[in-house]
Nanobody
Framework: QVQLVESGGGSVQAGGSLRLSCAAS????????MGWFRQAPGKEREGVAS????????YYTDSVKGRFTISQDNAKNTVYLHMDSLKPEDTAIYYC???????????WGQGTQVTVSS
């Protein structure tokens, strides 16, 4: 069983920046793609960004393109989400996820709160 450990959430004012980290306890084919989902109160969970090993292909949901950047450190089995120009609508619990592909998620992190105030 692979464990995902998240860190880096917090509170920031609009326009500010945060960086989330997610470390996987091991690399397997089931952690080939890693990234972040988020869920705001009263809303469904949505995929935010992902990155896949072997080519480094990335995905961003439209609302974060140009503001968020996902990167990875393969040696540490860790992915990072750099969030710039944060908006109040980015407020949510952010969950790290890992899977064979971004549509086949096997593992979830515990979630970390991101709060952006106006």
């Amino acid at each position: 069983q692979v464990q995902l450990v998240e860190s880096g959430g917090g509170s920031v004012q609009a326009g500010g920046s945060l960086r989330l980290s997610c470390a996987a306890s091991a690399y397997t084919y089931r952690t080939n793609c890693m990234g972040w989902f988020r869920q705001a109160p009263g809303k469904e969970r949505e995929g935010v960004a992902s990155i896949c090993t072997g080519g480094g292909s990335t995905y961003y949901t439209d609302s974060v393109k140009g503001r968020f950047t996902i990167s990875q450190d393969n040696a540490k089995n860790t992915v990072y989400l750099h969030m710039d120009s944060l908006k109040p609508e980015d407020t949510a619990i952010y969950y790290c996820a890992a899977g064979r592909s971004w549509t086949r998620i096997y593992y979830w992190g515990q979630g970390t709160q991101v709060t952006v105030s106006s």
